[in-house]
């Protein structure tokens, strides 16, 4: 965590509260943004964006790591999360094996909410342990 310090997690962290407002989610109402920082220092933004046809509504983790992939982003330095949940949120499944993907032994995963100053920084293995990434394909 020395990478960011306390008061950078928390501006984080509030840059991505206020992108809930942003959420497209008018049938769950089940809010979610998050801020995702590249190795490069580029800062990515997303929200959640819902679909009449509930299958193919896109995780606001995911929706950021791909518009950050469409800039040129290779790896994930940081990526906080945060929704209106009582207690920090946690990403799906899908969105873990996302940003794994795209992450590197030390990326940091900053779980947030709206609703306290409460958070939870996990790494890369805390969130997924034993793993299964582009390096455990044959090349």
């Not at 928390?10 to 809930?20: Q, V």
């Not at 049938?27 to 997303?46: C, F, L, P, Q, W």
């Not at 929200?47 to 950050?68: H, K, P, Q, W």
């Amino acid at each position: 965590m020395e990478r960011y310090s306390e008061v950078e997690i928390r501006g984080y962290i509030d840059r991505a509260n206020k992108l809930l407002e942003k959420s497209y989610c008018p049938y769950s109402k089940y809010r979610v943004a998050s801020i995702m920082i590249d190795t490069d220092g580029n800062i990515h933004e997303g929200v959640n964006v819902e679909n009449a046809s509930y299958g193919l509504t896109v995780c606001a983790e995911r929706n950021t790591i791909a518009a950050a992939v469409t800039k040129g982003m290779k790896k994930i330095d940081m990526i906080a999360i945060t929704g209106d949940t009582p207690n920090p949120i946690s990403p799906c499944g899908m969105c873990r094996q996302v940003i794994r993907e795209f992450s590197k032994k030390d990326t940091l995963i900053v779980l947030a909410t709206s609703k306290s100053d409460k958070y939870i920084i996990w790494t890369m293995d805390e969130m997924i342990p034993y793993s299964f990434g582009p390096e455990d394909l044959d090349k």
